[in-house]
């Protein structure tokens, strides 16, 4: 299976903040990797499919780049209702798997 | 309203069963591949299945291979998760999700259900 690591794990950041997470994929996946938020107590929300490709009703501030291994999601500008965890997901192969997660914490 | 919602869950002693059923509505049901993802108590998402629009491909995670089985009705817009020879590491809230697009599998997972919780304990 491709293992998908996340970094880093927990972030402490601040409103107004440039947040940037990074996640790396243990064989090459092409641009296949979606990114999703998730809250306390709530289903995970799609945020970016195909690496950098933002579904639609997200907040422009959300974006994601890369290809290969390596994909990053940025929020350019961290707003109170951004402090949730983030996951990276990859689907290159019919055994998708997750990265381990990132929380984003004041 | 695109919607998927699940049921089925509750507390099953190890070694038992249980079926999962995940009701959709507000979409072509039979055009769109859909999955199970679960998640353990604090920890993070792990996706357990798969299954194609049609019914006829069907894909596991090599955690649950030969202990899950995944099915769907699609008269009656419903995906099942069989889940046999349960254990502790079972135990987790199970997601259903919708694959983003038609008759397309993988893809990244666009509508999600609130979940259904599953607790393996003697």
């Known amino acids: 299976d491709i293992q998908m690591t996340q970094s880093p794990s927990t972030l402490s950041a601040s409103v107004g903040d440039r947040v940037t997470i990074t996640c790396r994929a243990s064989?090459?996946?092409?641009?296949?990797l979606a990114w999703y938020q998730q809250k306390p107590g709530r289903a995970p929300k799609l945020l970016i499919y195909?690496?950098?490709n933002s579904q639609t009703g997200v907040p422009s501030r959300f974006s994601g780049s890369g290809s290969g291994t390596e994909f990053t999601l940025t929020i350019s500008s961290l707003q109170p209702d951004d402090f949730a965890t983030y996951y990276c997901q990859q689907y290159n192969t019919y055994s998708r798997t997750f990265g381990q997660g990132t929380k984003v914490e004041i | 309203e695109v919607q998927l919602l699940e049921s089925g869950g509750g507390l099953v002693q190890p070694g038992g069963s249980l079926r999962l059923t995940c009701a959709a509505s507000?979409?072509?049901?039979?055009?769109?591949?859909l999955t199970w993802v679960r998640q353990a108590p604090g920890r993070g998402l792990e996706w357990v299945s798969a299954?194609?629009?049609?019914?006829?491909?069907?894909f596991y995670a090599g955690s649950v291979q030969g202990r899950f089985i995944i099915s769907r009705d699609n008269s009656r817009n419903m995906v099942f998760l069989h889940l046999d020879s349960l254990v502790a590491e079972d135990s987790a809230v199970y997601y259903c999700a919708r694959v983003r697009i038609t008759f397309i599998d993988p893809d990244a997972l666009d509508i999600w259900g609130q979940g259904t919780m599953v607790t393996v304990s003697s």
């Open positions: 299954i194609s629009a049609s019914g006829g491909d069907t």
């Open positions: 064989q090459s996946i092409s641009d296949w």
């Open positions: 195909k690496a950098s």
């Open positions: 507000g979409f072509i049901f039979n055009t769109y591949a």
